[in-house]
């Protein structure tokens, strides 16, 4: 009958840490679904050792995909075999190929699915809430980079099947950002009707009730217990509605809990059965327990199976160390005198999970704390004992005393003074100290996580430890962490900056290599740092982080266009005073005096031109050695920027009860990018400085003398508009066609690349303002009109340099000054006053109206006059007002 019955199916879809879980037992226990996890199916058959399980087994360590028919076939027993008809399958589909096998494997007339249940929740509140969970999960895959692969993967595989179902309009979407209670209301809002319309599930007590009687004359024990178990669960779902009927069940399930415990003693039995033997089977055991539990025998069960974990976690554990010293004898050792320690922490990870995995499991089973403390104290004095074993082994193998002493001399002199010079560590000592910390911080989170564990599965657990415990450990290895990571990130800065040189990022575009280095450093040793879970460890780390880029960082990228590069060039066209082009290379400029049949004498002529391209290949080294600070404080600002955003994020998620980490620092993090930005800007205009500007000024000065005419004809002007000015002409020529800026460009990251146009542009624009009060231009109308079409066209031009920054700003003042010219009279000035007066002074407006030769002088004069007045007005009510 069960196989035949109906299915009413909801999927539970949604982001790592949306909640999924919470909100299905809260489902469970209010509207009595099914909840099943395709996962925990999986897991379970794994491990019944049945023919599909040991093809799951096999499957999984051969790293292959389990065939979704067999995740299919799972789900479709664990239907059948509940009797019931409404379920909740969690975390399924994953992908298409999961909705793909569903259709066409579950028959629609029997597994008809309702729709999706949708948390949608922002990812920064799921990384959040896992990093949160990461402190006490005991899961060593709830750390940021995980976490975040589980994102990309569930946006990639999840999300289009959510969209499938949204096309049909089967998304029950739920806002997940909220508390669980009031996701929970809008959850039970959103399928209440779904429920109601649901008959069985308002018959689920009495047939449970009827199942339950069935059981109890069979003397069927697991189905006595089932039947229990949703009795209360459907008493506990229908409590807040009727009053009466609601008493009535309570009763009935009090009777049918006294009845159930004349079970007991069957219980116990199969308990002690389960328990008996060399070879215990620890789930058989697990299910025999948790059947005392549900027939209120747990007190009188705890004092056997506690017993029985306990001798096998402890056999397990002392497996576990001789497994560990086997290792040990067997590892190879390298040339450095270390032996491959990868099997200490993988031991470590291994043991300690298996302590938490049975433990939740307990506590899954009973909440009784006096029963989950008798049951579960000896499983941790196990594996507790034999992990401070296996810690000590390898802190014995790592040498961390002798790394830890060592460290320590660095630290007690001034980080900034002690690595002055070019004495540098070693790579093999640097590479050795990066695997140490890699292995201690990831030891340092699997038994903090550990230790938090303890706390939430049961008050108190763990506390008989005294000083030799836990925590004192962790405190102990956090110290030797914290001083050996300040020592490899001070030592690996240093080395970076002293064997830095150029390095090509793309095809003729150099940076330094400390870049690279030390952001890989800085990045690392972070995230180690936060693998630590602890506020004060991170917050110590970054300080070292920040230290290093002020002290040694910093001054390694000013100093860049001072450091004898050499870095290799493209040849160049240099212009001679002539104006002619030579194509000249670092390689074309020797002279070859060994030719046979030539003379030994060198002419007069030979040795200038050698001097001549000397003098042009030291110019040239030194432009890309200003080119490379450029592109290295680039991107230095831009990595800097990123670990800034990646603390801050860290920082709130894992500490929101914390000072915030970036508001604890001696140098702000911002400061440091701001520095870098200031290089950018302030090299940009020392590459402006060696010939673009000086040049740009003086054509456009001698062309708005000898060329430029603004006092038009309407013909002239017509003209311009169909052939081009003599000023956009020049600004083709010498802007937009430049050489030496097309080498810039093809030489520079792309936004400083854009500082320097934008800076060649203010540059420009300025030269034209200043050429055109220099020379009072005198202009009419028209001239004035055809000014701003120029400069209009001039800001179009410049921008196609650019296309992704916006060059407005560095017109500003030549449209107020083209404004100016273009004005219908004089005295329209004043209309304007207060925006032209932002940019341009008195003088320079007095200057522009005079330019106009179509103002009569007069209207010029009292124009300047009034204007005058309202600028002294205006500066004494300034000066009067109070501060």
Not at 399 to 408: D, F, P, S, Y
């Given at each position: 009958?069960?196989?035949?019955?109906?299915?009413?199916?909801?999927?539970?879809?949604?982001?790592?840490?949306?909640?999924?879980?919470?909100?299905?037992?809260?489902?469970?226990?209010?509207?009595?679904?099914?909840?099943?996890?395709?996962?925990?199916?999986?897991?379970?058959?794994?491990?019944?050792?049945?023919?599909?399980?040991?093809?799951?087994?096999?499957?999984?360590?051969?790293?292959?995909?389990?065939?979704?028919?067999?995740?299919?076939?799972?789900?479709?027993?664990?239907?059948?075999?509940?009797?019931?008809?409404?379920?909740?399958?969690?975390?399924?589909?994953?992908?298409?190929?999961?909705?793909?096998?569903?259709?066409?494997?579950?028959?629609?007339?029997?597994?008809?699915?309702?729709?999706?249940?949708?948390?949608?929740?922002?990812?920064?509140?799921?990384?959040?809430?896992?990093?949160?969970?990461?402190?006490?999960?005991?899961?060593?895959?709830?750390?940021?980079?995980a976490i975040r692969k589980r994102f990309r993967t569930y946006l990639d595989s999840t999300m289009p099947v959510i969209?499938?179902?949204?096309?049909?309009?089967?998304?029950?979407?739920?806002?997940?950002?909220?508390?669980?209670?009031?996701?929970?209301?809008?959850?039970?809002?959103l399928i209440g009707p779904l429920v109601a319309d649901n008959t069985h599930a308002t018959m689920s007590f009495e047939e449970s009730m009827t199942t339950f009687y069935v059981a109890f004359a069979e003397q069927q024990l697991d189905q006595v217990c089932q039947a229990l178990g949703d009795m209360r669960v459907s008493a506990q779902r229908s409590s807040s509605g009727d009053a009466d009927a609601a008493a009535v069940r309570n009763e009935m399930l009090r009777a049918c809990e006294l009845k159930a415990q004349g079970l007991q003693?069957?219980?116990?039995?199969?308990?002690?059965?389960?328990?008996?033997?060399?070879?215990?089977?620890?789930?058989?055991?697990?299910?025999?327990?948790?059947?005392?539990?549900?027939?209120?025998?747990?007190?009188?069960?705890?004092?056997?199976?506690?017993?029985?974990?306990?001798?096998?976690?402890?056999?397990?554990?002392?497996?576990?160390?001789?497994?560990?010293?086997?290792?040990?004898q067997t590892a190879k050792v390298n040339e450095n005198g270390y032996i491959d320690r990868a099997f200490y922490v993988e031991a470590l990870s291994e043991l300690l999970t298996g302590a938490t995995d049975i433990m939740n499991a307990v506590a899954d089973v009973t909440s009784d704390a006096?029963?989950?403390?008798?049951?579960?104290?000896?499983?941790?004095?196990?594996?507790?004992?034999?992990?401070?074993?296996?810690?000590?082994?390898?802190?014995?193998?790592?040498?961390?005393?002798?790394?830890?002493?060592?460290?320590?001399?660095?630290?007690?002199?001034?980080?900034?003074?002690?690595?002055?010079?070019?004495?540098?560590?070693?790579?093999?000592?640097?590479?050795?100290?990066?695997?140490?910390?890699?292995?201690?911080?990831?030891?340092?989170?699997?038994?903090?996580?550990?230790?938090?564990?303890?706390?939430?599965?049961?008050?108190?657990?763990?506390?008989?430890?005294g000083s030799d415990g836990f925590q004192i450990k962790v405190q102990e290895l956090s110290g030797v962490y914290l001083v050996l990571e300040r020592f490899y990130v001070f030592q690996s800065v240093h080395k970076a900056t002293a064997i830095a040189e150029p390095q090509e990022l793309e095809q003729g575009v150099y940076v330094s290599s400390v870049v690279e280095d030390v952001s890989f450093v800085l990045n690392k040793a972070f995230f180690r740092a936060s693998q630590c879970m602890s506020y004060h460890t991170t917050l110590s780390i970054v300080i070292a982080l920040v230290d290093a880029l002020e002290s040694q960082y910093l001054p390694a990228i000013m100093a860049l266009p001072s450091r004898p590069y050499v870095i290799p060039l493209i040849p160049t066209n240099a212009t001679t005073a002539s104006g002619s082009n030579v194509t000249r290379s670092s390689s074309t400029t020797r002279l070859d005096t060994e030719a046979e049949g030539e003379q030994n004498d060198v002419s007069f002529s030979d040795m200038l031109l050698q001097a001549v391209d000397e003098d042009l290949e030291r110019s040239l080294q030194e432009e890309a050695r200003l080119i490379m600070t450029i592109n290295s404080a680039f991107m230095s600002g831009e990595f800097i920027h990123a670990l800034h955003e990646k603390i801050n994020a860290f920082s709130r998620a894992g500490f929101p009860n914390d000072a915030p980490i970036l508001e604890c620092l001696p140098t702000p993090i911002h400061e440091m990018s701001e520095a870098f930005r200031s290089i950018v800007a302030n090299e940009v205009q020392e590459v402006l400085s060696r010939s673009l500007r000086k040049r740009l000024s003086l054509v456009i000065q001698r062309q708005m003398d000898e060329q430029l005419q603004y006092v038009l004809t309407s013909t002239q002007y017509d003209a311009f508009g169909s052939q081009g000015s003599p000023l956009l002409q020049l600004v083709e020529q010498e802007v937009i066609k430049n050489r030496e800026l097309r080498r810039y460009e093809r030489a520079l990251c792309s936004?400083?690349?854009?500082?320097?146009?934008?800076?060649?542009?203010?540059?420009?624009?300025?030269?034209?303002?200043?050429?055109?009060?220099?020379?009072?231009?005198?202009?009419?109308?028209?001239?004035?009109?055809?000014?701003?079409?120029?400069?209009?066209?001039?800001?179009?031009?410049?921008?196609?340099?650019?296309?992704?920054?916006?060059?407005?700003?560095?017109?500003?003042?030549?449209?107020?000054?083209?404004?100016?010219l273009n004005l219908m009279q004089p005295s329209h000035v004043l209309d304007y006053l207060a925006s032209v007066r932002e940019e341009l002074s008195v003088e320079t407006i007095t200057t522009l109206l005079r330019m106009r030769v179509d103002f009569k002088q007069q209207d010029v004069v009292r124009a300047v006059e009034q204007m005058t007045k309202v600028d002294v007005k205006n500066a004494a009510s300034k000066t009067s007002a109070p501060h």
């Open positions: 009958m069960s196989a035949a019955l109906t299915k009413k199916i909801l999927f539970v879809l949604g982001g790592p840490g949306a909640g999924k879980g919470t909100q299905c037992s809260k489902l469970v226990e209010k509207f009595g679904f099914v909840h099943l996890s395709a996962g925990d199916l999986l897991r379970e058959e794994r491990q019944s050792g049945s023919a599909n399980g040991e093809l799951i087994d096999r499957m999984i360590k051969e790293g292959q995909i389990v065939p979704v028919k067999i995740t299919l076939s799972l789900l479709q027993q664990a239907m059948n075999r509940s009797g019931r008809d409404l379920f909740l399958i969690d975390g399924f589909p994953r992908n298409f190929d999961n909705l793909q096998g569903w259709q066409e494997e579950m028959a629609e007339d029997e597994f008809q699915v309702q729709g999706v249940l949708f948390y949608d929740c922002p990812e920064s509140v799921m990384e959040e809430r896992l990093m949160e969970r990461g402190k006490t999960s005991g899961r060593t895959d709830d750390n940021a980079e969209m499938y179902y949204e096309k049909q309009d089967k998304v029950f979407k739920v806002d997940a950002t909220p508390g669980p209670d009031e996701v929970f209301e809008a959850t039970s809002a003693t069957s219980a116990l039995e199969q308990l002690k059965q389960a328990c008996a033997g060399a070879d215990v089977d620890v789930d058989a055991a697990l299910i025999a327990f948790a059947r005392c539990s549900a027939l209120g025998a747990a007190w009188d069960a705890a004092p056997r199976f506690s017993s029985c974990l306990e001798t096998i976690f402890a056999t397990q554990a002392r497996a576990s160390l001789d497994r560990v010293r086997g290792s040990k006096q029963v989950l403390q008798q049951v579960l104290s000896p499983i941790h004095s196990s594996s507790a004992e034999i992990a401070l074993q296996i810690v000590q082994m390898y802190a014995g193998d790592a040498r961390m005393v002798a790394w830890e002493r060592r460290a320590n001399a660095q630290a007690q002199r001034d980080p900034r003074q002690a690595l002055e010079g070019d004495d540098v560590e070693a790579d093999e000592s640097l590479q050795m100290m990066d695997l140490f910390l890699d292995e201690l911080a990831f030891i340092i989170r699997v038994l903090v996580s550990y230790t938090a564990f303890l706390t939430t599965v049961c008050e108190g657990l763990g506390r008989q430890d936004a400083p690349f854009e500082d320097l146009v934008e800076a060649v542009t203010q540059d420009l624009t300025s030269c034209v303002e200043r050429a055109l009060l220099v020379s009072r231009k005198p202009c009419n109308d028209l001239g004035a009109l055809q000014l701003e079409r120029e400069v209009t066209d001039m800001l179009a031009r410049t921008s196609t340099l650019v296309p992704q920054k916006s060059l407005r700003a560095a017109f500003t003042r030549l449209f107020q000054v083209v404004f100016i």
